[in-house]
């Protein structure tokens, strides 16, 4: 399974961005997507996920009632909108995607939130 993201970009606080991540390879055996950041020096965290049958989501609290994921099956691919944006959800976004086996990760894009 190959990933990219993009959609990243600078935007002021309280503005939105939309990010994508395009699913490629053997994508009928993903079970779940998701979404992480990492900033210098932290660990990477999970902003939300979307599991593949249900649609089942989950959120980070700190992006609760701000953030929404989704998916096109038809186009494998994953979203994020970001609402409401503070500069703390500066980070680069990391988009994931499991297997009964492994973990795959695209190469991450950068979203910076100016105050």
């Known amino acids: 399974v190959q990933l990219v993201e993009s959609g990243g970009g600078l935007v002021q606080a309280g503005g939105s961005l939309r990010l994508s991540c395009a699913a490629s390879?053997?994508?009928?055996?993903?079970?779940?997507m998701a979404w992480y950041r990492q900033t210098p020096g932290k660990q990477r965290e999970l902003v939300a996920a979307?599991?593949?049958?249900?649609?089942?989501?989950n959120y980070a609290d700190s992006v609760k009632g701000r953030f929404a994921i989704s998916r096109d099956n038809a186009k494998n691919t994953m979203y994020l909108q970001m609402n409401s944006l503070k500069p703390e959800d500066t980070a680069v976004y990391y988009c994931?995607?499991?297997?009964?086996?492994?973990?795959?990760w695209g190469q991450g894009t950068q979203v910076t939130v100016s105050s």
């Open positions: 979307i599991t593949s049958g249900r649609g089942n989501t």
């Open positions: 994931n995607a499991q297997d009964s086996w492994l973990q795959y």
């Open positions: 390879g053997n994508t009928f055996s993903i079970k779940a």
